[in-house]
């Protein structure tokens, strides 16, 4: 399995230019002349200093049109390969360069842009840029032609954000942003391991772990209140995906930011579409985000809550997964209205995060001692983390272009009767076809009771966790005998960064052999368990050992008293 990558925060501050982009905009008297400036200001949380420097670099012309003192952007023939590859165009487009300003306007990572931008252009000198000086407090970069730039921290070549630099004004003033809103998420580990692999010692947040059905998984989302210095409004949303099988238990969401508790409709509002068996989003929106929280830049914001591993929840190693991304306001100039986004906005957005849980299964093959399949067992199955069980299995219904015989001691084979056997057979030699059978059953006390062995020999417990089990027979075969030894069973989950590998062995009885079982399509199978017919013998150490001893004991008295009667009847002689 792919491991999900995470998304790193940047950790130096960096800066982009560019923001909302038409194809044309009015400009002064000055035109295009080589006069302009941009000046980088410092935020209350990061500081230019004398070792700050950044680079402006043009990705887009400026050409004056010569019409009411309008310009145009164009592509620069060295960067169209670049955009042809990044936005899918040929090039051969009749307005290209305007496609072009549309899709670096819809880019949802600006900072992915800047990089692109870096790496693809900057590094391979397919652009050069101009640097400037400290000034007081700022950074100013002069003498620039009007046009498109993306400006870069010179140190580490990212970038933070986009702003637009004005073509009617000689001078245009960004704030220095040190990094981008991130989020976080994890599944709560317990004390007790249940949360997280079956072991007593593991705790602590996880990216994955494994549940039974019935189990709530509790998570956290975690991220931090942004910097907003040149915001007056600023948007925060937390988009989060549960997959189907996760049930979201709506009374147990918390939000903390720093040590303060949000109250929901007065701080936020939630939204929730879908439903556990296709799936579903909970939209959390903070409201009046910029006038609440500006002044905590830096604060911790915690989201809680948990979901119930339901019946639709996928069993075996794919996992059910949940996602969560971070939506936020990246332009100050295009700050919108309302705390949500609409459907023209184009906000930041995280790399999606996503934590797994997973769940398996137990299979149990009954058979007799030449390994036939064996109907009619009943068996329990009990251990502290079984809260409901799909009893899975199959059962035999006629059908005439079907591949089984019916014999005569119940059982099923697919071999065709003949002359030799067919005594072994049903009279009437019909045919039957397997049925797949499901039942939900839920457990009382983590005990499942009766659960019946299918025509074919099968039985399957689905919704399963890692832990230790024991299975019961409790009725046999008609015919054979009872099984009287328990069944032990135990299951590991081994947790990879995001993956389960499951694991299990069984022995039956205290001292029996220990066994592995094998994984097949996310079921723990290889468990076959054998029925005998016959008079059983009484086990050792049991009342029939004690009658042995009387029955012997009788015999050599017996013998005794014979002995000396011959003799004395010798004598007598």
């Known amino acids: 399995m792919k491991k999900m990558k995470r998304f790193k925060k940047f950790t130096s501050m960096v800066l982009a230019v560019a923001m909302t982009l038409a194809m044309t905009l009015p400009v002064m008297a000055t035109g295009t002349s080589a006069n302009k400036s941009i000046t980088i200001k410092p935020s209350p949380t990061v500081k230019i200093t004398d070792q700050s420097e950044f680079t402006a670099y043009k990705i887009l012309n400026a050409v004056d049109v010569g019409t009411d003192n309008e310009i145009a952007y164009t592509v620069p023939d060295e960067l169209k390969d670049f955009y042809k590859e990044r936005y899918g165009l040929t090039g051969e487009e009749s307005n290209f360069a305007y496609k072009v300003t549309e899709k670096i306007n ?21 652009i050069t840029g101009k640097t400037g000086n400290k000034v007081g407090d700022n950074y100013v ?24 630099l004005d073509t009617t004004v000689d001078n245009v003033e960004v704030v220095v942003k040190a990094d981008v809103p991130t989020i976080d998420k994890s599944i709560i580990g317990s004390e007790d391991g249940e949360n997280t692999d079956g072991d007593p010692t593991t705790n602590g947040m996880v990216s994955a772990n494994n549940e ?8 956290e989302l975690k991220t931090k209140v942004p910097a907003m210095s040149g915001y007056t409004h600023y948007r925060f949303v937390i988009s989060d995906t549960l997959s189907k099988g996760l049930s979201y238990n709506a009374d147990t969401l918390s ?47 915690v989201v809680r809550y948990t979901a119930e591993l339901t019946e639709d929840a ?44 997973y769940v398996t299964g137990l299979q149990l093959n009954k058979v007799n001692a030449n390994g036939n399949e ?29 591949t089984y015989w019916k014999l005569k001691d119940g059982t099923f084979t697919t071999k065709e009767p003949n002359d030799k056997t067919s005594h072994l057979y049903e009279e009437d030699g019909r045919k039957y076809a397997k049925k797949a059978v499901a039942n939900w059953v839920t457990s009382k006390d983590h005990v499942v009771a009766n659960a019946t062995v299918n025509d074919d020999g099968v039985l399957i417990f689905e919704g399963l966790a890692a832990g230790e089990y024991e299975i019961k027979e409790i009725t046999a075969p008609d015919g054979y005998n009872l099984l009287k ?89």
């Open 106 to 126: 819809a880019e949802k990572d600006l900072y992915a842009f800047g990089k692109a931008v870096k790496e693809k252009l900057v590094d391979t000198q397919k």
């Open 485 to 573: 030894e328990t069944i032990f069973v135990t299951i590991r989950c081994n947790n990879g960064e995001d993956e389960c590998e499951w694991t299990g062995t069984f022995k039956i009885g205290e001292t029996g052999e220990q066994k592995d079982l094998q994984l097949n399509n996310g079921i723990l199978s290889g468990m076959d368990i054998v029925n005998n017919t016959g008079t059983e013998l009484p086990s050792t150490g049991g009342i029939g050992t004690t009658i042995f001893y009387i029955i012997g004991g009788i015999l050599v008295v017996g013998a005794a008293i014979l002995l000396i009667t011959k003799k004395r009847m010798s004598k007598e002689a």
């Open 141 to 164: 970069i002069s003498s620039l032609d009007v046009g498109y730039y993306l400006v870069l921290d010179s140190a580490t070549g990212e970038a933070a954000s986009q702003v637009i």
């Open 374 to 402: 064996l109907k009619g067992a009943v068996f329990t199955l009990s251990g502290t983390r079984v809260n409901q069980v799909n009893q899975k299995g199959a059962e035999f219904v006629e059908d005439t272009n079907g």
């Open 255 to 301: 939000i903390k930011i720093g040590e303060t508790e949000l109250i929901e409709n007065t701080h936020y509002t939630v939204t929730t579409t879908g439903n556990s068996t296709e799936g579903t989003n909970i939209r959390i929106v903070f409201k009046d985000f910029y006038q609440n929280w500006k002044d905590v830049s830096g604060a911790d914001i």
């Open 212 to 219: 039974a059905i019935g189990d709530d998984v509790p998570y």
């Open 314 to 357: 996928e069993i075996g190693t794919t996992g059910n997964p949940n996602t969560v991304k971070l939506l936020y306001s990246n332009n100050p100039s295009n700050e919108g209205e309302g705390d949500d986004f609409g459907p023209a906005d184009v906000p930041g957005e995280t790399e999606e995060i996503t934590v797994r849980t």
